[in-house]
């Protein structure tokens, strides 16, 4: 992560604009707003996003009622899988104008679109009733949902990011995976209830649609929250020095192509390990093991739980120690950790069960706690939103959206339920490599400017 040298105002600017972007808001409790609003958004827009995950068994049933269980996951999990397509599209779309006219009305429509397709797959219809358009529905209503989390984590993390103080920073951009980690947790929990207090076959019927149609009340208090606030800091000095960039996709494409790929590269096993860990984890335990659809949810929950408090723990020691130390040991953990963990899953012993889950997610915890933050500070101000956006979202749609249905055609085409595990450690293979050979270190240095 190469740095720049300091700029004019970053050594001094009798003007106050430096003193300014890199203070945020004078009013600390301000500030505390502004990370809390950015931070509830992001939170329900991975809620609304993860929901599919947790529901994929029932969509599998409903929509795909004449295919076997395998062929019928597999099925759902390649339309979970399109989002991951519109993901690029939204970082593409919601980067321009992010990086052009500023953070927070971005985000705005960001939260607006992601309800708007939720309540789509909360109404959706099933096969018995539209026969092959219910998969067709469900198609464009991930496709949306993908394109509008395509503009959250970039305009989420830049915003969080360039409103920390420098010290802070990881501390700061771990909010943006924190959130992600309450939002499964939340999404898991709501799951879990339903299938507590209604019969399967209600379920099935229309208990599922409960959880996405609560979006539509939580969005309106989400997007409430977004247009109440603060700009970035950091985008208002470098508006007010009208040097925001005219064409910030042409811009990041000409001039950022390379820390575009370094960020590609990082990202591989973050993304790879929270979809299989964090994501599909529900869906493998009741399909691979003797645990019942609730028990599964039950032992999703507490992983969920330890990567929630691992994440800000790591992300603060990133603060203090440095972003490549912590980002390294995340790596090395799965390398090392991957299939032992999915061994301790196949014992059929809940103690052992629980604790490989736990183990699991607490190591993608430790990688997700400063890697927003370290991709972030790759990236120049002007063009933060757009390049974060396109390097990350790439990531995603390449091996993390996909990862569910690797998983899963894995373990068809081998045999082994331990297949998942094999993806796992490539994937920590590749970032490891990456993060040894390129990545520079970034802590105590001031963000890019441009």
Request: aromatic share 10%.
């Amino acid at each position: 992560m190469a740095s720049t040298p300091r700029t004019t105002a970053d050594q001094g600017d009798p003007t106050g604009a430096a003193g300014a972007r890199h203070a945020g808001p004078a009013d600390p409790a301000r500030k505390r707003k502004a990370v809390a609003a950015a931070a509830i958004g992001n939170f329900l827009e991975h809620y609304d996003f993860y929901l599919f995950a947790a529901y994929a068994t029932v969509f599998a049933a409903i929509i795909f009622p004449q295919s076997n269980q395998l062929a019928g996951l597999l099925y759902t999990f390649a339309i979970y899988g399109v989002a991951f397509v519109g993901r690029p599209l939204g970082a593409l779309v919601f980067g321009h104008f992010g990086d052009r006219l500023g953070r927070r009305n971005t985000l705005a429509a960001s939260i607006l679109l992601m309800v708007g397709a939720t309540v789509m797959i909360g109404v959706s219809p099933s096969f018995e009733s539209v026969g092959v358009f219910a998969a067709l529905w469900l198609f464009v209503a991930r496709l949306l949902q993908g394109v509008a989390l395509g503009g959250e984590f970039a305009g989420a993390t830049s915003y969080l990011v360039e409103l920390a103080p420098p010290n802070r920073r990881a501390f700061y951009g771990s909010f943006n995976t924190f959130t992600v980690g309450l939002a499964l947790l939340s999404g898991t929990l709501v799951a879990a209830l339903i299938s507590a207090v209604l019969p399967p076959e209600a379920v099935q019927d229309w208990g599922w649609r409960i959880p996405f149609l609560l979006a539509a009340p939580l969005g309106a208090v989400g997007l409430y929250l977004r247009l109440r606030l603060d700009e970035s800091p950091e985008f208002t000095a470098l508006a007010e020095r009208n040097e925001t960039a005219k064409a910030p996709l042409a811009l990041t494409l000409r001039r950022y192509w390379q820390p575009i790929l370094v960020a590609l590269g990082v990202t591989v096993v973050w993304t790879v390990s929270a979809f299989v860990v964090l994501v599909y984890a529900g869906t493998y335990l009741a399909t691979q093991t003797d645990l019942s659809f609730g028990a599964s949810l039950a032992v999703q929950a507490v992983a969920l739980a330890v990567y929630t408090i691992v994440v800000p723990l790591s992300a603060s020691l990133a603060d203090r120690v440095g972003r490549r130390p912590v980002l390294i040991t995340g790596a090395t953990m799965f390398l090392l950790l991957s299939i032992p963990g999915f061994l301790m899953l196949q014992t059929g012993d809940i103690v052992l069960i629980v604790l490989g889950c736990s183990m699991l997610s607490g190591t993608v915890g430790v990688f997700a706690g400063p890697a927003p933050t370290a991709l972030a500070e790759m990236f120049d101000t002007k063009v933060r939103y757009s390049a974060l956006g396109i390097g990350f979202n790439l990531s995603v749609a390449l091996f993390g959206g996909t990862a569910p249905l690797i998983a899963t055609a894995l373990i068809g085409a081998t045999g082994t339920p331990l297949a998942p595990s094999f993806y796992l450690t490539a994937g920590a293979l590749v970032t490891l490599v990456v993060l040894l050979l390129v990545v520079r270190e970034t802590v105590r240095q001031p963000l890019r400017t441009g």
